[in-house]
DNA sequence: GATGAATGAGGTTTCATTCAT
DNA sequence: CATGAATGAAACCTCATTCAT
């Protein structure tokens, strides 16, 4: 039996894993996503490029973890107050607030861009993201229709129909996705009356 | 009697236009098409390099008007056959079938990720694909609305919802987009009974 | 028998030679032989491109032509003052002001440099420059040893003695031939007191 | 014992430099200096273009260390047997030898030729070639002055009435240097009997 | 594990050269 | 003859990736 002792939160990474995130981080908001290199990432970060490939295989896998700890984790859960349509209309405007911030916007269309001609970024990026989110808010959403505070649907096509069009407008129409938009797409979704 | 609109001396693209197009989408077909390049478009095509970034200023480009010419122009048109329903019906559906055609898929992926970290190419992506389509179909969703067709709501919304699950699924969470899948949505969007 | 109405001068040519030649030796002059392209000539000289082509082989062709307008025919043939070796010394002198001007040191070495990578300029400067040079100075040589105003020697070897040092500093040592140089060169090779 | 000076990680060159030169050497010979570019090379070495260019500024720059390599370095010294004049004859056949292999013709007019509009090279010519050989052969010659070996001439002089004419033979005006000549040259600037 | 030194695929450009009018 | 438009060889460079220590 292998002993493990390292702490469960600290998957495996490079004794300078902030500071590489860090950097990363920093250069994007500097010069944009597509400008930032794993060249420049390493001379940032004071390392050697070969400790960059050693821990990630690529530029987006680099993004991956940035996302992860600065975008994912703070801020796309589905929040729990008790009152699911207004968690769910939460939940959406946090897409527009998200969208609105460049560096957060950068980040998402970056790795997600990546990802559609990256197969081994497009799993991390589902096993790490989709799949965790995901499941909550489809658990979250069943039980909520059981209760009756939801319209009787699939609860993936539900949770589809919210999610969607956030998604679409930053990566294929490039309209902006605003408060105001996101409440008349909860209320058409969830059957509110649009003035009440 | 020849129409030769063409002033002299204004030639208005490169001789070998086809063959550049036919070497993109055969490469992309064999290969997929992160491994295309410029350079093997370019060998494939028997043209030079500068010939091709004088007519199109990146690889993206080139797979823009791969996908316009053999894609978006035969596929992707709300059908209008006087029954709005059946043709958003059919025009959703069409997505299902477009997403199932692998070459169709990698062309779409590989443009629209490509467009997220480059400004350029998401302009024309949007001048010469969202935006034909989209008046378009928001005309029509429109009139269908006055004639009592389709349920009244913002008609930019109603096409969203339409439009956007079938592009989520394809860019960001992977899963496929049946038909099935395709008719609950249009189903659920326009408020017919799903067993009807 | 033919009729050859062209003025012997103007052999053939372009109509605009002069604004060509003139173009060229303007740029050359701003920004150095190395930096002057067909293409910008074409451009100064407003003509098309294939006009410089259809007279002249290549850029060193072109330069060649400026060369023998410009810095040959004013200043590079053995004067005829009577006094072979005053001729001779004056001849030699020349070669140092002419390499003294930068503008006409680029010009040679341009030429001279091309010259030795393309067989048909290297012929083209040896039939017009060397050849019609080399004939009148040996007979000049051979007829003033006749007289006993210079030394006896072969006049080819003569010749070179004296015409070789300041090519060799220009083309390949990079020193500077001076005057002073030139003089003691002409002291030594036709025996006269380098004091007297 | 071995001696490695080389401190660790310092490597000095590219690990294909003999690859490098060679292929160079054998396509000069194959197809002409002219006709061989960085890209040929590249290729018959095997090696990315950007580990050329890394290496060497230009392409007289990769020839110029063939030129020190195969000719150079084994041809062009002044040699010493004790009797100066017949080192200095040795020396100036050597040249003609030197000229008559189309090979070393082909590298030095080719190094010399771009060296006229390359200061960079022109530089790296004069620092690696000509001081080094100039400064030991005025030495020598010199001192042979001292010891009435040779005329009373200033040095600088002396050498080059002997190394101009081949030079000016290859570069200007093209006509072949045979030993004989090289012979009455000696004999002529040494003042030696030319019969004798 | 980490790093400095190399490496090479391929992007992009310049410019000599050629077509087609 | 002349030209505007197009072409492609090859230069040059950036940066992902790999050695060798």
């Known amino acids: 039996m292998t002993d493990r002792t390292q702490s469960p ?16 981080s920093e250069l994007c908001r500097e010069q944009g996503y597509a400008a930032v290199t794993m060249e420049t990432i390493a ?4 390392v050697g490029k070969p400790t960059l490939y050693r821990w990630w295989p690529s530029k987006g896998a680099v993004f991956l973890d940035v996302l992860l700890e600065q975008v994912v984790e703070p801020a796309v859960e589905l929040p ?3 009152d699911i349509v207004h968690d769910l209309r939460s939940w959406i405007r946090g897409f527009a607030d998200l969208f609105d911030d460049l560096h957060a916007r950068q980040l998402l269309t970056g790795v997600l861009g990546a990802a559609q001609t ?6 991390m990026l589902r096993e790490r993201i989709q799949r965790p989110l995901q499941a909550g808010n489809r658990q979250r959403i069943s039980a909520a229709q059981v209760a009756g505070d ?19 407008r930053l990566l294929v129409s ?8 996101a409440d008349s797409l909860v209320d058409a979704v969830l059957g509110h009356p649009q003035g009440a």
């Open 9 to 24: 939160h600290k998957r495996q990474g490079p004794r300078s894993r902030d500071a590489i995130l860090q950097a990363a």
């Open 174 to 181: 490039g309209e902006s996705f605003t408060h105001a938009y």
């Open 43 to 46: 001379v940032r970060a004071k």
């Open 118 to 123: 990256d197969a081994e970024l497009a799993t």
């Open 150 to 168: 939801l319209p009787a649907m699939d609860p993936v096509l539900l949770e589809e129909l919210l999610i969607s069009p956030p998604w679409y």
């Open 80 to 82: 729990d107050t008790g």
